[in-house]
């Protein structure tokens, strides 16, 4: 297991909720940390979320994932930025989507909600998993949640949709790719997660999903495993053991 100064992990969707927090626990635990976002001023309130003294080790990127060109010149941006990528945190998507009942939707709808939770976790794995797939060091690590999975209230069913393609290409994934090297891993977060001044009850703290990812890759120990995170007790179990 390489220690986390000899790392560089690309975190996709880095400058979102999940990811915000993930970025900064890897910065603090050591890890350089690339971040790629199609919104400049996301990636401008990320850099001042971080403790300072870690800024040096984030590297920023505007770019968009969500087509195989736009991956590709992302990771065409990537190596020129840092030369190596070690370990991928794939956290695209969006927090929440409740635009109603499928027949008040149009198909531009469910197109734009399955490119954006399927369609780009497909193109950033195709362009970047050849990055790391042949090094047994390296990991590729999806979060994923369980909207995939059910209904979560009335009005949420593209979300399911969206989400439940997620965690199929991850399944996809596992079962396609049994020997790689590479550590290919999902966490699966049951439960909202939001920043701590948007925390309601059922959610936990980004910081705290942070911590439990940046563990996993810490320990680097497990592959094709799915890191199931049911409750707030389970994250702690996976932030102080690694695993649930
Ligand atoms: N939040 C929750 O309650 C929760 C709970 C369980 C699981 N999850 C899972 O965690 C993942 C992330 O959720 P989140 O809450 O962090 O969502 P988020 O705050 O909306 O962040 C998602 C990120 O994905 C990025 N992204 C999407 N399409 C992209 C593209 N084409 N190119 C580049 N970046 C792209 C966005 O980047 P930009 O900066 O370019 O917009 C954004 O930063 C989702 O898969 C979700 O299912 C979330």
Known sequence: MSPPGDRTVLVLGGAGTVGSGTVKVLLERGFRVVVISRDAA????LKHFVPAATRSRLFTLIGDVGSEEGAEAAKTAVLQAVGK????????????????????????ELN?????LLISTFTSWKAFFPLVKDDHNGSYTFITGGAGERLLMPGTGFLTLGAAGALAFCQVVREEYPDVPCKLNEVKLNMGVATPDRIAPGFVNHLDVGEAIATVLV??????????ANTPADLKTLIVEGKV
């Open 219 to 228: 320990k680097n120990s497990v592959s094709h495993h799915v890191f199931c």
């Open 112 to 116: 734009r909600v399955l490119n954006t």
């Open 85 to 108: 990528v070690t370990d991928i945190v794939s956290s695209l998507g969006f927090s929440w989507w409740q635009g109603g009942p499928p027949h008040t939707q149009t198909v531009e």
């Open 42 to 45: 996301r990636l401008e309130k």
